[in-house]
């Protein structure tokens, strides 16, 4: 089983900045991609940023110069630093894994979402 468990949210004035982490555990054979994502009340989820396992990343476009997704060497922590922040990037976070199982079994896997909220 695979666990995420996200930090990092909380309530910032526009401008400000926030780091996001997103740990990883369980027993998994390869992370093929990591990923947040956020929803805004009433709205759907959309992607805010993506990392490869080769580390190739992808940006929304509202958030492109201002977010930076990264990760640590042993793979096992997913990061969303956010700077400049505006207050449409409120909304709940989640971070994402495209995982392959020991049974080559490739799944995805949500973490419980953290909130951030900004303020003008």
């Known amino acids: 089983q695979v666990q995420l468990v996200e930090s990092g949210g909380g309530l910032v004035q526009a401008g400000g900045s926030l780091r996001l982490s997103c740990d990883i555990s369980?027993?998994?054979?390869?992370?093929?991609?990591m990923g947040w994502y956020r929803q805004a009340p009433g709205q759907q989820r959309d992607l805010v940023a993506t990392m490869t396992s080769g580390g190739s990343t992808n940006y929304a476009g509202s958030v492109k110069g201002r977010f930076t997704i990264s990760r640590d060497s042993a793979k096992t922590t997913v990061y969303l630093q956010m700077n400049s922040l505006k207050p449409e990037d409120t909304g709940v976070y989640y971070c994402k894994v495209d995982v392959t199982a020991i049974s080559r079994v490739r799944t995805n896997y949500w973490g419980q979402g953290t909130q951030v909220t900004v303020s003008s």
């Open positions: 369980g027993i998994i054979f390869s992370i093929n991609t």
